[in-house]
């Protein structure tokens, strides 16, 4: 299975990498770095994290996961995994 960013959520990574760089380099490197690795990982064990509790009606292919107070929502189909949002935990989340 192949993994997929949506536009949005690589804007999303790049605005995150930014900021971070502000103060630190080295640590928006390490932070956008171990993002991507934790989600290339995807492609081995789709459905390791759980279910997007802020997915309505969620069908069980929609998964997301935490990492540096981010948090990264996927959806899972037959053919990709689909990295659709990543946002700072301490935003409030939209329902989708």
Known sequence: MVVVWSYRARLELK???DYIA????KYAVLVRDEII???I???KHPEK??????KIN????????EKYLY???YKITP?????VRLRHTSKSPLHY
């Open 15 to 17: 605005k995150v990498f």
């Open 22 to 25: 502000l103060d630190s380099l």
């Open 37 to 39: 690795d934790l989600t």
């Open 41 to 43: 990982a995807l492609d």
């Open 49 to 54: 994290y759980g279910l997007d509790k802020y």
């Open 58 to 65: 969620n069908d069980g292919s929609w998964r997301a996961f």
């Open 71 to 73: 948090r990264i929502s």
């Open 79 to 83: 053919n990709q995994i689909r990295i």
